[in-house]
């Protein structure tokens, strides 16, 4: 990383540190602040020379990135390579990382158990057992869509939201206004 600043390196490392805590691949979470640190396209070649990883690392993580709507390519003139480019709004990649996560592990969930409700099997399963899936299933399902509303809504009014929701804990605690 002999090209970036000290911030620069910083927040790339500590970046693919997070990723790997949150279930992501540490090359695939660098290539992710880099680029969005960065601000611009940049090319497979010049990703692998600044974080020093292998160039099928950085094909591998691109992908990736790719699947999870995170990096798209472009293409520059008088540049037949291709370029790869994320989201600059930190919100509209919250968003994107909220709705695909949601896609692959809370919708799934959803549907596991309305399979295990739905299942002929589920009447010889213990009354505790059948009421507590149910209600994980009422639980998942209104978190999701509560989710699906705040995904909806502009960042400035998300964003009082947020601030108005931890009010209102102050206030149910008795520490409020």
């Known amino acids: 990383m002999a090209s970036l600043t000290p911030v620069a390196q910083r927040f790339v490392l500590h970046w693919g540190e997070m990723g ?15 680029l969005f640190l960065m601000g611009r396209p940049m090319h497979a ?6 974080l020093g990883v292998a160039r099928s690392n950085v094909s591998n993580s691109l992908k990736e990135l790719q699947n999870w709507n995170l ?11 291709d370029h790869f480019e994320t989201l600059g709004d930190v919100w509209e990649l919250f968003r994107v990382v909220v709705q695909e996560r949601k896609a692959r592990e809370f919708d799934p969930t959803i549907q596991a158990l309305r399979d295990c409700l739905s299942s002929p099997d589920i009447a010889r399963e213990h009354s505790l057992s ?8 009422a639980l998942m399902q209104t978190l999701s869509s509560w989710g699906d509303e705040m995904l909806r809504l502009d960042p400035t009014t998300l964003m009082k939201i947020m601030k108005l929701g931890a009010r209102i804990q102050s206030f149910v605690r008795g520490k409020g206004e």
């Open 20 to 34: 790997s805590r949150w279930g992501v691949n540490r090359t695939v979470a660098q290539i992710h602040a880099l």
């Open 130 to 137: 059948r009421q507590r899936i149910g209600e994980t299933l």
């Open 45 to 50: 070649e010049e990703l692998t020379s600044t």
């Open 71 to 81: 990096v798209r390519v472009v293409h520059l003139l008088g540049d037949r390579r």
